[in-house]
């Protein structure tokens, strides 16, 4: 009979339709509780007591970066970091309620340079607070970070900095209501059903309301940071940042726009393009002494959130603890020969040591010889994501995170 048939053409589209999202739900959810890895027992010890904080200088002003201890946003916190860092008029600090390693985007294990308790010895209120996307924003192991905040907008008068989905924290403490606020694209679609009385903006690359800046999604935490620098130290200094850290979007007194951008059917296929890669090449990472902080965002944050593209390992060569050119420490999660059996490629932040490995490469042509290696600062413009992330995804998926860009060189 006919509605027989029409039953069964029914059920047919509907499991066609239900399994395929169904196996795409799961690989996202894999995909994305693999962004933030807890550090495993198997990975290099590290004395946490033989590594310094910064000196404190009473004459400057106090900048500090938030942390969760359950993971932070890589390009969120390091490139706002390195923007304050270069311009030299800080005392620059990341805390976090304990001081072991955190989890950046794609398992790079920071060490915060102070607890809160530790910041508090120095400094009563920081003058500059920047939050950055947190994995835990909204649940109850954030609760310590936002009563923080809302301690420090009481006592003292400091300038709070979020920086893309970060705005959610600040929103969840109740310091954005009744304000302009700016966050990513995509995470202002959630934050405008679940923080209604936040006067919510797009098209820009971020909201300067006084005594709170919201940046946009992605890099435009440089943009927020280079206007601390302008508003604080002075136009000159900003301009002097800008262009050591190769960012060409600088706008003086004024945010820069950006188109908005809403959900197209391209960014569907692009998302499941990244649900149904259970192939995720292991790459690893090789950290070295001195490597940029935006050089190792670069090489975290485009393979993994919303990307999926591959699963990043922090090596050292010998197992141990770097410091970045301005002076934060990372710690592996393997040394080089022990990870080497399960790498599929190797990616080498920072000019210098992509040399290194490349005259290694000639030397020793049966090693790790195909590999990206991804240098900052230059003069050049912006990078897509897709020339980020290689020949490992598809046109839909370089567009999926619209206008990604970075300071950077990429050779390959």
Known sequence: MRWQRTIVVAAT????????TAVGAVGIA??????????????PSIAIDTVGAPAHDPAKP??????????????????PYEVLAESGAFNLYTVATQREPVPLTGGLDLIPDLTFDQLADRVQTPDVIVVPQLHDAGEPSSAPIIGWLQHQHAEGDPLLVSVCVGAEVLAAAGLLDGRPATSH????????????????????????????????GVLSGVDAALRVVERIVGQGAAEQVAQA????????????SIPPSQPTSADTVGLLGGAYRWDRQA?????????????????????????????????????????????????????????????????????????????KCIRDPGGFCRSISISSPVSASTVPCATLRAPTMSRPLAGWRKRCSTPTRIHS
């Open 13 to 20: 589209v509907f499991v066609a339709l239900a399994v395929p």
């Open 30 to 43: 894999q995909a994305t509780e693999e962004i933030y890895t807890a550090r495993q027992m198997s990975a």
């Open 62 to 79: 106090t900048a500090v970066i938030v942390l969760s201890t359950n993971g932070s946003n890589a390009a969120d916190v390091l490139a």
């Open 185 to 216: 694209w995509l995470g202002l679609i959630r934050l405008r059903r679940s923080y209604p009385d936040v006067q919510w903006q797009d098209g820009v690359r971020y909201v300067d309301d006084g005594d709170v800046i919201t940046a946009a």
């Open 245 to 256: 850290v190769a960012w060409p979007d600088y706008s003086p007194r004024l945010a820069a």
């Open 283 to 359: 790459m690893g990472v090789l950290l070295t002494d001195g490597v940029g902080e935006i050089e190792l965002a670069s090489a975290f944050r485009p393979y993994t959130e919303l990307s999926y593209l591959a699963r990043p390992i922090a090596l050292t060569v010998d197992g141990h603890p770097i410091r970045s050119r301005h002076g934060l420490t990372f710690v592996p999660r393997a040394g080089l020969d022990a990870a080497a059996s399960r790498l599929d490629r190797l990616v080498v932040p920072g000019a210098a040591a992509a040399r290194q490995a490349g005259a």
